[in-house]
C-alpha cells in the first residue's frame, strides 16, 4: 500500500514540469502614509483587492542552468531586473535549490500604473516554484523571498482582500471588503514610484492623518457611500510628478458624481460602482472627456486570493 501511495505521488511529482500561472492585479482603494521609516521605506496603511485582469505565466523546468525569460511584449525588460528574475533567484537562494527554469509571460496589465503587474508577476513565480519544488505555501522561505523582492509582493501571496501595514509586509484580511466593479483610466505614461514618494516628502501640505481604519471602515453603505470616505495620501505627489495625471484627473473627478481616486503611487484612476453597468455607463461617459489614448476598463473588485494556477 505505501509502495502505492509512493509510486502514484512520483507519477504526479514526475508530471510537476510546467505550471500556468494567473496574475492578477490590485487597486488600493485606500492609502494612508504614516510617515518616514528608518530604513527609507515609508510606513504605509492601505486598503488592497485584487482585480479580474491578470498575466499569464508558464513555469517549465528546463535543461539549461539559470532563468530564461520570454515575454510577450517587447517593452518589457526580461533581463535579470524583471521582478520575475529577482523572485526566482531569491528563492533559489533562499530554497538552496539550483535554479534551472524558462518563463514565459503573456503581459496584459499596464507597466508603471499601479496595478501591481510586476509583483502580481513575481508573487506568481514565487508560488509557482514553489509547487514545482514542493515547498508548502505558509513556508516562511516564500514570505521572506517575497519581502525581499518588493513591497507590494507580500500581498500577493495572500488571500485577497487586505490592510497593508508596515512598509507591506503586514498583510491582514479585510475586515468588510468591497464587492463590487471598478471602472479604470490607464493613462499612456506610467509614474515613478520612488519619484513620487519623494515629492509626497518634500510637500509642505501632505496628508500624515490617522490610518484609514477608523469606523467608518466597516459601516459604509455602497459604492458611492464608500468612495466618499476613500483617501490617497500620494494623489497630489503624484501629480506634482506627472502633471498631465492630474490634468485627466480633473477632467474626469466628478463626473456624473463619479468620484476619482488613485491607485497606488499612480498612473491607474478609478472609480467605484456597485454593478457593472453602471460602470460601463460611466466609462462610456468618460471617453468623451478623456483623449490621448489611455486605456479605459472595468474590472470586477476581487475578495478571492490574486495568484492561481490556471
Ligand atoms: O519596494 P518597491 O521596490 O516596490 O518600492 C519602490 C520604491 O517605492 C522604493 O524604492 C521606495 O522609493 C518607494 N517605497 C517607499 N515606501 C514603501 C514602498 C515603496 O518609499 N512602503
Not at 265 to 281: K, M, N, R
Amino acid at each position: 500500500m505505501a509502495g502505492n501511495l509512493f509510486a502514484r505521488s512520483l507519477r504526479v511529482t514526475d508530471r510537476l514540469d510546467r505550471i500556468r500561472m494567473l496574475a492578477r492585479g490590485k487597486i488600493n482603494l485606500s492609502l494612508r502614509v504614516l510617515g518616514r521609516r528608518p530604513d527609507g521605506y515609508h510606513a504605509l496603511d492601505s486598503w488592497m483587492q485584487p482585480i479580474d485582469w491578470c498575466d499569464e505565466l508558464t513555469i517549465r523546468m528546463s535543461d539549461s542552468p539559470g532563468i530564461l525569460l520570454k515575454c510577450d511584449d517587447r517593452g518589457a525588460p526580461t533581463g535579470p531586473e524583471n521582478l520575475i528574475c529577482r523572485a526566482a533567484r531569491a528563492l533559489s537562494k533562499g530554497a538552496g535549490r539550483e535554479l534551472q527554469v524558462e518563463i514565459e509571460l503573456v503581459k496584459r496589465l499596464p507597466m508603471g500604473g499601479g496595478l501591481g503587474g510586476g509583483s502580481a508577476d513575481a508573487a506568481a513565480t514565487l508560488l509557482g516554484l514553489a509547487a514545482l519544488w514542493g515547498i508548502a505555501r505558509g513556508d516562511s522561505v516564500l514570505a521572506n523571498a517575497a519581502e525581499f523582492v518588493g513591497s507590494d509582493v507580500p500581498f500577493f501571496l495572500g488571500g485577497g482582500a487586505a490592510i497593508i501595514r508596515g512598509r507591506g509586509e503586514r498583510v491582514e484580511p479585510h475586515p468588510r471588503p468591497f464587492d463590487g466593479w471598478a471602472a479604470l483610466i490607464v493613462p499612456q505614461f506610467g509614474v515613478d514610484t520612488g519619484s513620487v514618494y519623494a515629492a509626497w516628502r518634500a510637500s509642505l501640505n501632505r496628508g500624515q492623518g490617522p490610518p484609514y481604519l477608523e469606523p467608518w471602515a466597516n459601516v459604509w453603505r455602497d459604492a458611492e457611500d464608500l468612495s466618499l470616505r476613500l483617501t490617497n495620501d500620494l494623489t497630489p505627489a503624484a501629480f506634482e510628478v506627472e502633471p498631465r495625471l492630474g490634468q485627466i484627473h480633473s477632467g474626469v473627478h466628478m463626473l456624473n458624481g463619479a468620484r476619482v481616486h488613485m491607485s497606488g503611487s499612480g498612473s491607474t484612476l478609478f472609480a467605484l460602482f456597485d454593478d457593472e453597468p453602471t460602470a460601463l455607463a460611466w466609462l462610456a461617459s468618460v471617453r468623451n472627456v478623456v483623449h490621448a489614448g489611455a486605456g479605459l476598463r472595468v474590472v470586477r473588485v476581487l475578495t478571492t486570493p490574486p495568484i492561481s494556477v490556471s
